[in-house]
């Protein structure tokens, strides 16, 4: 038994960026309904890990692991290492109510969405292979599991791995019954698959965005509102009454920042003028001193 994921998941840097513009402009249609996917697709993510932590069995839980076999990248959301088997699972987190069909799922007012399995189909493959190339033995099992309890799937063939919302608590109670003893080779297979985990996704779907464009100005840290304002040494949030340390609100917005705009060089007039709020320089150059390494001198001095 593991108390925590060999591999842990963690927010991606597309949802993190969607969401910080999410807040300081205003996306297209197509852009806003991608985030909110990517937002519901995580969330699916992490109610999965609840129940794959609860396993009493040991195994290695890699989570969110980003591949590359022949050229092709393909992603795991969960993967479980057993004695002799790698189990992966593609989390989905659809609601309402759907008629299964072997090239789509269909909405009950006949909207087509691509049928998951064929992504399933295509990591269990690319999986296969690569483990196939590190000399593991073990069988790869592939499930769709549908993670909302509001979802329903009419007409579903029952030999299909498809994990419906009823059957969950089940199939975890039935994995949690592999006999399973793990070696130092499984834990040379789990340390060689964190290896090649890659961190840039070739998917990345980003809206395009300038500096000018971005609404700018510090935002509350728990409600997100722009209406915030220094008091003494904090900031102080006018819809939720939150408070926060000045500079701990500083460093927040400069992390905001680079991500946004990682090529950008960090000075004191540019977060600043990103912050919005701060009206003494001293007060920005004090906490971008404190918390990174200043390059350079006068008023060429950037941060890193």
């Keep these: 038994?593991?108390?925590?994921?060999?591999?842990?998941?963690?927010?991606?840097?597309?949802?993190?960026?969607?969401?910080?513009?999410?807040?300081?402009?205003?996306?297209?249609?197509?852009?806003?309904?991608?985030?909110?996917?990517?937002?519901?697709?995580?969330?699916?993510?992490?109610?999965?890990?609840?129940?794959?932590?609860?396993?009493?069995?040991?195994?290695?839980?890699?989570?969110?692991?980003?591949?590359?076999?022949?050229?092709?990248?393909?992603?795991?959301?969960?993967?479980?290492?057993?004695?002799?088997?790698?189990?992966?699972?593609?989390?989905?987190?659809?609601?309402?109510?759907?008629?299964?069909?072997?090239?789509?799922?269909?909405?009950?007012?006949?909207?087509?969405?691509?049928?998951?399995?064929?992504?399933?189909?295509?990591?269990?493959?690319?999986?296969?292979?690569?483990?196939?190339?590190?000399?593991?033995?073990?069988?790869?099992?592939?499930?769709?599991?549908?993670?909302?309890?509001?979802?329903?799937?009419?007409?579903?063939?029952p030999d299909l791995p498809f994990i419906l919302p009823t059957q969950l608590d089940r199939f975890m109670s039935k994995l949690d019954q592999k006999p399973s003893l793990l070696n130092q080779s499984h834990k040379n297979l789990a340390d060689k698959l964190i290896s090649l985990h890659q961190t840039e996704s070739p998917y990345t779907q980003l809206p395009m965005y300038e500096y000018d464009q971005i609404k700018k100005g510090m935002t509350c840290k728990v409600c997100h509102s722009f209406s915030v304002s220094v008091v003494g040494k904090k900031v102080v949030c006018k819809e939720c009454g939150c408070e926060e340390m000045v500079a701990l609100a500083i460093m927040r917005n400069v992390e905001e920042f680079k991500l946004l705009f990682p090529e950008r060089k960090i000075t004191t007039n540019i977060i600043q003028d990103w912050c919005g709020i701060v009206p003494c320089k001293k007060t920005i150059s004090r906490s971008l001193g404190k918390n990174l390494k200043i390059i350079g001198k006068g008023q060429w001095a950037f941060y890193e």
Excluded: H
């Design 1 to 157: 038994m593991w108390d925590m994921p060999y591999k842990a998941r963690s927010e991606s840097v597309v949802l993190k960026t969607l969401r910080l513009l999410n807040k300081r402009m205003k996306l297209t249609e197509d852009d806003q309904r991608y985030y909110q996917n990517q937002e519901k697709g995580y969330a699916g993510e992490v109610q999965f890990d609840v129940f794959t932590e609860k396993l009493q069995r040991s195994c290695y839980i890699l989570n969110d692991l980003l591949l590359e076999n022949n050229k092709s990248s393909f992603q795991l959301d969960s993967s479980l290492i057993f004695q002799g088997t790698y189990s992966l699972f593609e989390v989905k987190n659809f609601e309402g109510e759907y008629v299964y069909d072997a090239e789509y799922f269909k909405t009950l007012s006949g909207r087509d969405i691509q049928n998951p399995l064929d992504q399933l189909k295509r990591s269990k493959l690319l999986l296969s292979q690569l483990l196939q190339s590190l000399g593991s033995k073990l069988t790869v099992e592939a499930y769709v599991i549908f993670i909302n309890p509001q979802f329903t799937l009419y007409q579903t063939p």
